[in-house]
């Protein structure tokens, strides 16, 4: 079965960080480009963060620039996103998804509608 596992999330203080995973069984995520999106109560889903197959090219959402990093490791088939400085705003349920079609240099991140496979979701709530 193909799917993509997002884990890490929780609660955290303001200010605090969390490192969220994507774990792919069923397939070779070091041929997907990876996006990370979230969806806040109420509102639409948006892009976060994204990077390509090989790891060489990143992209991130001007609301993540400075605070989050996304990286990958192939041999383990999972993407991170490392959260920092978070704000009550980050919060929401992220969502990985992958993308076959991807280009290596990624000038902006693909549109949600480019991706092939998606996660369930892991919640992140930013409160004190």
């Known amino acids: 079965q193909l799917q993509l596992v997002e884990s890490g999330g929780g609660l955290v203080q303001p200010g605090g960080s969390l490192r969220l995973s994507c774990a792919a069984s069923?397939?070779?995520?070091?041929?997907?480009?990876i996006g990370w999106f979230r969806q806040a109560p109420g509102k639409e889903r948006e892009g976060v963060s994204c990077i390509s197959s090989s790891g060489g090219s990143t992209n991130y959402e001007d609301s993540a620039k400075g605070r989050f990093t996304i990286w990958r490791d192939n041999a383990k088939n999972t993407v991170y996103l490392q959260m920092n400085s978070l704000k009550p705003e980050d919060t929401g349920v992220y969502y990985c998804?992958?993308?076959?079609?991807?280009?290596?240099?990624?000038?902006?991140?693909?549109?949600?509608?480019?991706?092939?496979?998606w996660g369930q979701g892991t919640q992140v709530t930013v409160s004190s």
């Open positions: 998804a992958a993308d076959r079609g991807a280009p290596q240099l990624l000038r902006l991140c693909p549109s949600s509608t480019k991706y092939d496979y």
């Open positions: 069923g397939f070779t995520l070091g041929y997907y480009a």
